[in-house]
């Protein structure tokens, strides 16, 4: 798959298909700004995980992979299905993720 191509997609638009293996597709109702900070928390997550791991240091590993799994709730990659929720919802879990998220950069 190039950089610049969208992943293959299931019909329903509930999952992405790579490499052959479903994944559960970000929700689409995040505005774009807010899904573009929550996947920079996300990356940022992954490389805390990485480097706690090369480390050792299990106790900054575990907080960071809480943080990776944070970022994928709040866009709706994890927990209830984004299709199961009512709008309200799907805005308040990542309105409210995005806050954890960006408090916890602040310290």
């Known amino acids: ?3 610049q191509q969208s992943p293959e997609k299931t019909p329903d638009g509930h999952f992405v298909v790579i490499k052959g293996r ?3 597709a970000t929700d689409p109702l995040i505005p774009e ?3 573009a900070r929550l ?3 996300l990356m940022a997550a992954r ?3 990485r480097s706690a791991t ?3 240091d299990t106790q900054a590993e575990r907080a960071a992979r809480a943080r990776v799994n944070q970022a994928k709730v709040a866009l709706g990659e994890r927990a209830t299905p984004w299709w199961e929720q009512s709008q309200d919802e799907r805005r ?3 309105e409210q993720g995005l806050a954890r ?3 916890e950069e602040r310290r």
Request: charged fraction near 35%; charge should be positive; aromatic fraction near 8%.
């Open 39 to 41: 996947r920079h928390h």
């Open 54 to 56: 090369t480390a050792g």
């Open 22 to 24: 479903k994944w559960r």
């Open 92 to 94: 308040q879990r990542w």
């Open 33 to 35: 700004e807010i899904a």
């Open 47 to 49: 490389r805390a995980v």
């Open 101 to 103: 998220l960006d408090a």
């Open 1 to 3: 798959m190039e950089a």
